[in-house]
């Protein structure tokens, strides 16, 4: 399976999962994860997908700064219902990097490592998502905003054409090659620009909401 060479251009996060480290399944329970297993994972590279593992990063990086973030100690919350637009979507890549997981989720050995209701619905955040430590309490706000990574006015035109089944060869070729442009900017160009990436540092709450 050969992928675009710039996803290896983007920066790798490594966390550590104590899961893992019992069941032996990684040396010290260190996990690595790249852009292209969220592309493996989806199967699919557009700018939802980046947004959501570079969202992620970012906030691993800021929650974690001195030490490796702890997979499966992080919870989730997600202005958006999953059945919302992309939301699901989201979700996915999320909890692939984060551990964290739905209703439906691992439920841990002996009260232990569960993942299950780490990943939660709450309508009142007025950013996209929030990642808080379980351990700590500290927490994130992050959102995207793609309104400054402007898409090639080509573009809409030629999926259009593309979806509607009436494009030739080298339309779908122009079409692929427009729309990773958007990608590789997202992930690379304005990987640490604040007015694409928001992260909004959150007052400690007190104990784990329930």
Same mark, same amino acid.
């Given at each position: 399976?050969?992928?675009?060479?710039?996803?290896?251009?983007?920066?790798?996060?490594?966390?550590?999962?104590?899961?893992?480290?019992?069941?032996?399944?990684?040396?010290?329970?260190?996990?690595?994860?790249?852009?292209?297993?969220?592309?493996?994972?989806?199967?699919?590279?557009?700018?939802?997908?980046?947004?959501?593992?570079?969202?992620?990063?970012?906030?691993?990086?800021?929650?974690?700064?001195?030490?490796?973030? #702890?997979?499966? #100690?992080?919870?989730?919350?997600?202005?958006?219902?999953?059945?919302?637009?992309?939301?699901g979507v989201v979700a996915t890549v999320v909890q692939m990097?984060?551990?964290?997981?739905?209703?439906?989720?691992?439920?841990?050995?002996?009260?232990?490592?569960?993942?299950?209701?780490?990943?939660?619905?709450?309508?009142?955040?007025?950013?996209?998502?929030?990642?808080?430590?379980?351990?700590?309490?500290?927490?994130?706000?992050?959102?995207?905003?793609?309104?400054?990574?402007?898409?090639?006015?080509?573009?809409?035109?030629?999926?259009?054409?593309?979806?509607?089944?009436?494009?030739?060869?080298?339309?779908? !070729?122009?079409?692929?090659?427009l729309w990773l442009q958007r990608v590789r900017a997202l992930?690379?160009?304005?990987?640490?620009?604040?007015?694409?990436? #928001?992260?909004?540092?959150?007052?400690?709450? !007190?104990?784990?909401?329930?």
């Amino acid at each position: 399976m050969k992928l675009q060479p710039f996803f290896d251009e983007v920066p790798r996060i490594v966390v550590q999962d104590p899961l893992a480290r019992l069941l032996g399944c990684a040396e010290d329970g260190l996990l690595a994860y790249g852009f292209a297993d969220a592309v493996r994972l989806t199967g699919h590279a557009c700018p939802t997908v980046a947004a959501a593992y570079w969202l992620t990063y970012l906030a691993l990086e800021h929650l974690y700064a001195d030490t490796l973030p #702890q997979r499966g #100690q992080i919870k989730v919350e997600f202005r958006d219902d999953a059945r919302s637009g992309s939301s699901g979507v989201v979700a996915t890549v999320v909890q692939m990097l984060t551990g964290a997981a739905g209703g439906s989720g691992f439920k841990g050995l002996a009260g232990r490592f569960a993942r299950a209701g780490l990943i939660r619905y709450k309508p009142d955040l007025l950013s996209t998502l929030r990642f808080t430590r379980l351990d700590t309490q500290e927490a994130v706000d992050a959102s995207v905003d793609m309104a400054h990574v402007p898409a090639d006015p080509r573009l809409q035109p030629l999926l259009e054409r593309c979806v509607g089944g009436r494009a030739n060869a080298q339309e779908e !070729a122009d079409f692929a090659q427009l729309w990773l442009q958007r990608v590789r900017a997202l992930l690379l160009d304005c990987a640490r620009d604040p007015a694409v990436f #928001q992260l909004k540092p959150v007052k400690r709450i !007190a104990a784990l909401a329930a």
